[in-house]
């Protein structure tokens, strides 16, 4: 069912954790797939009703139109996420918080990976890549504690230091809607959505 997305969409990419875990050998939760284009995703979150033959259930479109969440008709969890236009693969392979997060895998089965992936995972230790949202990084770091992922001072110092210096409200609350959309894990933190 996975493949019928890049069927309808080959434009798209998967990324995070469900090509992490081809690698650690961990059940995938959901598979988040990266639209290319504002335009697509906007096309996409108009019409994926009218894909009944794969999609058994749409979870959850968020008002910002930047994530349709699906439960295929296999019972595969399908993110379809916006976060901005990019032009290639290793463009957004480079977008994501933690190195053990940065690889994608495009249609044709190549996977695009930073130098970091590969020692980090295989070393289980959880390093951060870039810190676009704080507070989200700091959730998802909690999860990948759980998932035996190993953390060490200089993290917390960067990641303590990232949240400080978001210091406007403002950017706390945009922090916050950014972590809704782009949480990776099984639970969403909508307003109102469990």
Known sequence: ???????????????????????????VEDYDFF?????????LWHN????QNIVDKVLFKC?????????LKDGSKVQLIYIKDYSSPEELTRLFDFTVCCAT????????FTPEFYRDVESKALNINTITYPMST????????????????????????????????????????GWS??????????????
Request: hydrophobic letters at 35%; glycine letters at 8%; proline letters at 3%.
């Open 1 to 27: 069912m996975i493949g019928s997305i890049w069927k309808l969409f080959p434009e798209a990419l998967l990324a995070g954790g469900a090509v992490r875990s081809l690698y650690d050998n961990t059940e």
């Open 35 to 43: 639209m290319p284009s504002l335009s697509l995703m906007e096309y």
């Open 48 to 51: 994926i009703e009218g894909h």
């Open 63 to 71: 008002p910002q139109k930047r994530l349709v969440s699906l439960l």
């Open 105 to 112: 895998k495009d249609i044709k089965g190549k996977i695009y």
């Open 138 to 177: 700091m959730k998802r770091m909690v999860k990948y504690v759980q998932k035996g992922y190993l953390v060490d001072s200089g993290v917390y110092k960067q990641l303590a230091k990232s949240i400080l210096e978001a210091n406007k409200e403002e950017e706390l609350q945009d922090d916050e809607e």
């Open 181 to 194: 959309w782009y949480n990776s894990g099984s639970k969403w933190s909508f307003t109102g959505v469990d």
